[in-house]
Every structure is written in C-alpha cells, then in structure tokens.
C-alpha cells in the first residue's frame, strides 16, 4: 500500500510538472504518463496474512487474505487463510462460504476440509439460537466424513498425520453432540495415529474429565505437559484437574509455572486464578482473573464465574451480579453460571436487596441445562 502510495505520489508530481511546463513553454513536447505502480503479487499478501494471524492479529490478517483473493480469487492458500480469519472475527457464513469455495477450487487439500468442519462448530458454539444451526454439527461431520475418503488414497506420514486430523476433528463434533463414548474413541484413534500431540492429548483429558474420571483425565494432561514441558495451555489445564483432585500444593506450583510461561495467554493466567481460589487464596485468585479477562474479554467466561464467586464470598453482591451476568451470557450452554447468578440475586446484603424473580429465573434456566441439577431444585424450594 505503502509503495502504490509513493507511485501515485510521483504520479502527480510528474504530471504538475507537465502542466507549468506546458504553461511556460506551449511549445516543448508533453511530459511522458506516469507508469502506473505494479501490482504486489497475491503471495505477499498470503505471507502478511499468515504473520499476522499467527500473531492473533485476525483484523489484519483479514484485510491482507482479503487483498490477496482480490488479486487471486482461487488462490488456495490465500481462501484458506481468509476463512480461518473470518471464523476467528466471528464471521461465519462468509467463512463457510469461502471454506465451500475452497474446497472446489483444492478437493485434494485436507486443511480446507478440516477449516469448513471447525467453521461449521464455531458457528454452531456461538450461536444465541441453537435451533438455527442444528444442521452444523450433522454438516461438520459429512465433510469430515468427505476428508477421511480423500485421505484413504493417501500413504505414510501424511495418511497418518492428516487422519490424526480429521479424528481430533470428529472428536469435537462428538463432544458438542453429547456423544462422550465416541468423542473419547476419536480423541483415542487421533493419539494413536499421532503419538505425543499436545492438543490431541489436551481434547482427550478434557473429555474424560467432563465424563468424571477425574484420574484418566489427569494421568492424559500429565503426559502431554512431559511431551511438550513449554505448552503453556496444557499445563495451565493440569494444574486445574491437579487442584480438583485435591492436590492443591502441586497445582499451585503447576498453575504458576503455566502462566510464567505465557504471562499473556489468558488462558494460562486465568488458570492461575482459578487454581488460586480452590486453594482458597483471593487475593491472588482475584488478580489473575482480572489480568486473564483484561487479556480476552470474551473467551473464558469460566474467569467471569470465579470472580463472582470470589465476590459472592466476599458479600459484594453488586460486582457478583455483574460478573456472573457475564459469565452466563457468554457462557449460556452452562448450568452453573446459571445457578450462581440466580444465587446471587437470592441473597441480599446492605443496599443491595434480593430479587427473587430474576433468582427463579436463573435457577429454572440452570434446571433446563440441566434437568438433574439438584443445586437448582433447592434454589427453586427454597423461593416457594
């Protein structure tokens, strides 16, 4: 932009140029066109684009893929880190529109297959009407379906590697389905065919975690921390899983390590503070949430939760209701942000006085998640 910029620039010069000498001397030649600035190529583009979204810079890497299919509307490369961008800025039907096109333009490049399937989840995870995207997850899993047949003419390495892929992928399609047995038989199948993938590793402890076997879970995540000591994200979540089995001390020092690692990543300091407050510490608890949510505002609506209830602990009712509003509005699917909210306008302290209306309805939104929360059923007694 920069160099057209200076072309047109000199563009101009030379053509004020022309015209005082034309005024001067009607009878000299006429200055010769400026040149116009040549095009940069659509692989520029695709190369700033790739920077800046490994830098979680997805506006600028939005506006660089942009630029560069503008220049190349089939260019591969440039479709697929636009629709990863898009997908990132929240902009799902256009993602899953260039993610479509892609896949027509390279049926034999798996990474479009995989990016369409993640598009159609995060389409599916932030919708406020679920209703409106219940096709997704069926969506997701045939183009899924549509890579492991691409793939199956594969051999070596790559067969294994992009299976590891689509499996993982599976896994979290099953996991948004409520399909816990075959979420953890796909996270299973993807480690087996990728030994030692820290994400992999991290899916498959979270799903065994979120089934309750707390022990699997923790023995999973402490493999993945030995295969790759400097991934902040899995050590994070180990020192959690560490800190709910009831091994604060060794969680503490985990969750510490996590965020010394990535003193940015919100995940890892917001662990921190989670950890921080189950090993019944506020202070600290307090300054990491708040250091996490002023890094990502919006993606851990779990930081919201803990500090509302560090507030609800400390009797602030007013910064509780505000935090876990929060919390459930950007966690909605989740009973018991619910529950806690409804709690919080349940009690009343000083000036602050209860508001059992809005304390039902939270309590009976939790049960709706949840039709077996018992939590909530006390709520709702205890309100009669």
């Given amino acids: ?67 560069a299919t503008e220049i190349d509307p089939l260019n591969p490369q440039a479709l697929l880190g636009l629709g990863r961008s898009q997908v990132k800025l929240r902009l799902y039907a256009p993602a899953i529109a260039t993610l479509k096109t892609l896949t027509r333009v390279d049926p034999k490049d798996v990474s479009g297959y995989i990016a369409l399937s993640q598009a159609y989840q995060q389409q599916y995870i932030g919708s406020g009407d679920r209703s409106a995207v219940t096709g997704n997850l069926d969506a997701a899993l045939n183009v899924l379906k549509d890579a492991e047949t691409l793939v199956g ?68 995540l402490q493999q993945a921390v030995v295969t790759d000591p400097s991934d902040a994200y899995n050590r994070a979540y180990y020192a959690k899983l560490l800190a709910l089995s009831g091994n604060v ?93 409804g709690l919080s306008y349940e009690r009343g302290a000083g000036l602050i006085a209860p508001d059992k209306i809005k304390a039902r309805e939270n309590y009976e939104r939790a049960l709706k998640l949840n039709p077996n929360y018992q939590a909530a059923k006390d709520g709702l007694a205890r309100l009669k």
Avoid: C, W
């Fill in 153 to 220: 003419g594969q051999t070596g390495p790559d067969h294994d590697l992009n299976m590891s892929k689509i499996y993982n992928d599976r896994g979290n399609v099953y996991r948004l389905q409520g399909k816990a047995g075959p979420a953890i038989d796909a996270f299973k199948k993807a480690t087996q065919l990728n030994p030692g993938n820290g994400l992999i590793l991290f899916n498959l402890g979270d799903m065994y975690a979120a089934t309750g076997d707390l022990p699997q879970a923790i023995s999973t």
């Fill in 1 to 67: 932009m920069k160099q057209r910029s200076i072309f047109a620039l000199l563009g101009a010069a030379l053509l004020l140029g022309a015209a005082q000498a034309q005024t001067a001397a009607p009878a000299s030649a006429p200055a010769p066109a400026a040149t116009p600035a040549p095009k940069l190529p659509a692989a520029n583009y695709v190369i700033s684009g790739n920077i800046y979204y490994n830098q979680g810079k997805y506006d600028q890497a939005y506006v660089a893929f942009r630029a």
């Fill in 249 to 341: 001390s060794s969680a503490r020092s985990e969750a510490a390590q996590a965020a010394k690692l990535a003193p940015t990543n919100a995940y890892a300091v917001g662990q921190y503070g989670v950890v921080s407050y189950l090993a019944k510490d506020p202070v600290t608890a307090r300054a990491q949430l708040n250091q996490a949510v002023s890094l990502d505002a919006l993606r851990y609506p779990e930081f919201y939760f803990y500090l509302g209830r560090l507030d609800l602990d400390a009797s602030d009712l007013k910064s509780a209701r505000e935090n876990l509003t929060k919390a459930a509005a950007l966690g909605s699917n989740t009973p018991e942000f619910a529950y806690y909210l």
